[in-house]
């Protein structure tokens, strides 16, 4: 359960007489009550009962407010006469162009007027909402509920954070609405898993201190295996060692496995994710301006860590199996250095560049490493990669690259459904010319000029002929701009895309 929202669905009968019988000690103590208008402010069987001898007071107070049940907006009533709520809020839901995601958005916009901890009904007698819009609306309000202030020592004099907020949501049918939620349950702490990841200092979040709370995940049943230095230099994951040879904080990787297949021999799906936990450019080191954010060039591992957890707390039936990459690039006199050639453990040598492409060269030994040894249906990887990638597309989408058709599709349909977005750009042979190297196999740049897509094609060196999707998050996993759902810097965006993908197709 989210530690920032406790919420429970409730029959509508319920609601009535507690809300009226429940008496009225003193202010604040009877809470926030949320009802729904349509269009021209049409109200519900069950919001027009609930209110009933004060239905031409909000009528009245609609129509001084201009207030006609659009979406996206509110008429907020302090203490009304004849309503049995400290505050009533009337939310609007007419949308002339319904969105895919529209209930999700609707429970992040309610939380946002919601904040201080009193008591809240939602009384959700929306005409033909299902079962699972109900557990989306929950879903909505926890996604927006969430805060990291584990470092702030002053409390805000406005009582927000002090306590969960508790929310009854008053349905139709309560059991259909509470099966919907338990998935939603899952979704939302996984998302809050990874966005406490991201969120966390990079003194906090060292690669060996995010392997340990990766390997928490055993308490839902994810077997959890995390090599060191010396089994990944037994391996010959030489590529990824490089990137970490230069900080004081030992590199780490750690594969995570899911096994829900009715059965457990069936091949796996595998996600893969760049946990660089601080990203200084190395010898190629970046300008100070804005370093501080690339604590967050573990959004990649992040984000897979939090699906993981999503997968494994609603009792996915699906083999998964994932590996993320821990390290810290960092300035020193054993980092690698730019002219350096390494070998990597598909065989293939790299030279490197520039010490700042680190994220491909810590991808390129995972993805070999999966594809080698777990033969996947198929691998998605995830990474912070390019800054490239926010000049093509902004904090909207994130990039998509790949060798098969079929995946690309699925996960921009999913995209659409969950409102993280992904948008394809090319792959091909075409543009192995802008990575071959002088003196190695590749090189972990190649200019400027296409630099996100470059990257993917150096990826695509190291899947084989396995279906791959690279997702470049760069502009959607940290410092992406708040919406009705995420306030926080660290965003968990992917998990609820990869859940959804994974739900529609693997299972
Ligand atoms: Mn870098
Ligand atoms: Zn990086």
Same mark, same amino acid.
């Given at each position: 359960m989210s530690s920032f929202v406790s919420s429970e669905f409730v029959p509508f009968d319920q609601i009535a007489p507690t809300a009226r019988e429940?008496?009225?000690?003193?202010?604040?103590?009877?809470g926030t009550v949320v009802v729904f208008a349509g269009q021209d402010v049409a109200l519900g069987g069950a919001s027009t009962h609930f209110l009933e001898a004060a239905l031409g007071t909000v009528k009245d107070a609609a129509a001084i407010a201009r207030f006609?049940?659009? +979406?996206? %907006?509110v008429l907020d009533l302090i203490?009304?006469? $004849? !309503?049995?709520?400290?505050r009533l809020l009337v939310v609007g839901l007419h949308a002339e162009k319904p969105q895919p995601n529209a209930f999700l958005t609707l429970g992040g916009f309610v939380m946002g007027k919601l904040k201080q901890a009193a008591p809240v009904t939602v009384i #959700?007698? !929306?005409?033909?909402? +299902?079962n699972e819009q109900a557990a989306d609306f929950m879903l909505g309000l926890k996604l927006r509920a969430y805060? #990291?202030?584990?470092?702030? %020592?002053k409390k805000k *004099? *406005?009582?927000? @954070?002090e306590a969960p907020v508790s929310v009854r949501i008053a349905v139709a049918d309560v059991g259909g609405a509470q099966l919907a939620g338990g998935r939603r349950d899952a979704l939302s702490e996984g998302v809050d898993f990874a966005r406490t990841l991201v969120n966390e200092p990079p003194n906090v979040l060292f690669p060996v201190e995010f392997a340990r709370r990766v390997t928490e995940l055993q308490k839902l049943g994810v077997d959890v295996e995390v090599l060191d230095e010396a089994a990944l230099e037994k391996i010959g994951m030489r590529a990824l060692v490089a990137v970490g040879q230069g900080a004081e904080h030992q590199s780490r990787v750690a594969i995570m496995r899911w096994?829900?297949?009715?059965?457990?021999?069936a091949k796996p799906i595998a996600f893969v994710g760049k946990g !660089?936990? #601080?990203? +200084? $450019? $190395?010898?190629?080191i970046k300008p100070?301006? $804005? =370093?501080?954010? =690339?604590?967050?060039?573990m959004a990649g591992a992040a984000c897979v860590a939090g699906l993981m957890h999503a997968l494994a707390a609603r009792n996915a039936k699906v083999n998964v199996v994932a590996a993320i990459g821990l390290v810290e690039n960092m300035p020193d006199g054993n980092a690698q250095r730019p002219g350096d050639i390494v070998t990597s453990l598909s065989g293939q040598t790299i030279e490197i560049?520039? %010490?700042?492409?680190e994220g491909r060269l810590v991808l390129a030994d995972l993805l070999w490493y999966v594809q080698d040894k777990y033969k996947p249906v198929f691998m998605i990887d995830l990474a912070t990669l390019t800054g490239a990638i926010i000049v093509a597309l902004a904090h909207e989408y994130a990039g998509l690259f790949s060798n098969n058709d079929e995946l690309s599709e699925r996960l921009f349909a999913a995209g659409t459904q969950t409102g993280e977005k992904v948008w394809r750009l090319p792959v091909g042979p075409a543009y192995d010319k802008l990575i071959d190297s002088k003196f190695a196999d590749v090189k972990n740049t190649g200019g400027r000029h296409g630099g996100s897509i470059t990257a993917a094609q150096f990826l695509q060196r #190291? !899947?084989?002929?396995t279906p791959w999707a690279h997702l470049d998050?760069?502009?959607?996993? =940290?410092?992406s701009p708040h919406d009705e759902t995420n306030q926080s810097w660290? +965003? @968990?965006?992917?998990v609820r895309l990869l859940d959804r993908l994974v739900a529609d197709h693997y299972e």
């Open positions: 429940g008496g009225a000690p003193g202010p604040g103590t009877r006609k049940g659009k +979406s996206a %907006t203490a009304p006469a $004849g !309503v049995a709520a400290d #959700f007698d !929306v005409p033909d909402a +299902s805060r #990291f202030d584990r470092y702030k %020592t *004099d *406005d009582g927000e @954070g096994n829900g297949a009715a059965d457990a021999d !660089v936990c #601080f990203d +200084s $450019g $190395g010898i190629s100070a301006a $804005g =370093m501080e954010d =690339m604590k967050g060039d560049i520039n %010490t700042d492409a #190291f !899947v084989n002929d998050i760069a502009g959607t996993g =940290m410092g660290g +965003s @968990g965006w992917g």
